[in-house]
């Protein structure tokens, strides 16, 4: 299934309290439940102003109507191709 990262910009989201993103979150689920398994909610990182979740999710389109019946933002999404880490420079070239 693909996997999104979503942008949602949220003035002072790094000031938000544990009660107000337990609030957030515990809409998402709600939501989530709605919507049925085909999206899945994984983590979000909380900055300064934005709030950057992942999701697996068939399209972009789920992730719209998750943010629309949630009323939370989706400024931007963006559908995620690879995947890199530090172990990825150690991969062996294999011989041309």
Not at 3 to 27: C, H, M, T, V, Y
Not at 33 to 61: F, H, L
Not at 69 to 94: L, Y
Request: with cysteine.
């Amino acid at each position: 299934m693909p996997k999104f990262i979503i942008e949602r910009e949220i003035p002072n989201a790094g000031a938000l309290s544990a009660d107000e993103l337990q609030a957030i979150s515990a809409k998402s689920c709600s939501v989530l439940r709605e919507m049925g398994p085909a999206i899945q909610w994984v983590e979000s990182y909380v900055t300064d102003n934005k709030i950057y979740c992942i999701y697996n999710a068939p399209s972009a389109q789920e992730i719209r109507e998750h943010a629309q019946r949630g009323g939370f933002p989706a400024n931007a999404i963006s559908e995620v191709r690879n995947r890199i880490d530090p172990t990825t420079s150690e991969r062996s070239k294999t011989p041309a």
